[in-house]
């Protein structure tokens, strides 16, 4: 049975020490045209600038990854997908396998705009929840959020079903919805969710950098 409310669980206690940023990079960028992980912004890569993010929250990273050889220079622990194919379920069920810490802060190569502001309030909300996971509107960012371990067995359930959205799982487990009012607050464009599949959206987000 849940527990609907409460104080913090000592097992999610959680601090950003006791807790992984997992970077997922085994998409094929097929509407890119080449690997856009290595597109670069004011010349930097956009896994460079999701790196420096990140690092600047967590003390360890990881990499999930299908061609670790392209991200050896990052000098960051990697892992290849657990199931290959699934897209980000399968990086998220890599990632929870792959981290030894309780939590992790998942996401995407091709997200510029990370706030590490907004990911820190959502490491202070976890208290009870097995994920926190911003929500715009009804647009749920399943790939800018925490999950702890305890989502594990249901991700694996989800897969064995065949049912690769990772929202699919959110029925199942607590999840802590951080709501646009509440994002806004950090990010009040909402610039965090934005994310590069295209060329012509990296021409977007160096204008969105620069305004």
Same mark, same amino acid.
Request: proline content about 7%; aromatic content about 10%.
């Given at each position: ?11 999610n206690h959680l601090t950003p020490d006791r807790m992984t940023g997992v970077i997922l990079a ?18 930097? !890569?956009?896994?460079? $600038?999701? /790196?420096?993010?990140?690092?600047? @929250?967590? =003390? %360890? ?44 802060f998942f996401v995407a190569c091709d997200m510029p705009f990370i706030n590490p502001d907004l990911? !820190?309030?959502?490491? $202070?909300? /976890?208290?009870?929840?097995?994920? @926190?996971? =911003? %929500? ?41 919805y951080v709501e646009e009012e509440e994002i806004r607050g950090y990010d009040p464009q909402l ?21």
């Amino acid at each position: 049975m849940m527990i609907e409310t409460g104080k913090p669980s000592k097992k999610n206690h959680l601090t950003p020490d006791r807790m992984t940023g997992v970077i997922l990079a085994g998409g094929k960028s097929s509407r890119y045209g080449t690997n856009k992980a290595f597109a670069e912004m004011k010349g930097m !890569r956009l896994i460079d $600038r999701v /790196v420096q993010v990140l690092a600047s @929250v967590f =003390p %360890r990273l990881i990499l999930v990854t299908n061609t670790p050889k392209e991200y050896a220079y990052l000098q960051i622990p990697m892992f290849e997908d657990l199931i290959k194919g699934l897209g980000p379920i399968g990086g998220i069920y890599t990632g929870l396998n792959g981290m030894s810490d309780p939590a992790g802060f998942f996401v995407a190569c091709d997200m510029p705009f990370i706030n590490p502001d907004l990911v !820190r309030h959502m490491i $202070r909300i /976890v208290n009870d929840y097995d994920a @926190v996971v =911003p %929500r715009v509107g009804w647009k749920i960012e399943p790939l800018n959020a925490l999950y702890c371990k305890s989502c594990l067995p249901f991700i694996k359930t989800a897969i064995e079903a065949e049912e690769y959205q990772v929202i699919k799982c959110y029925d199942r487990i607590r999840v802590r919805y951080v709501e646009e009012e509440e994002i806004r607050g950090y990010d009040p464009q909402l610039k965090t969710f934005f994310n590069v599949n295209r060329p012509e959206e990296l021409l977007n987000a160096v204008k969105m950098e620069d305004h």
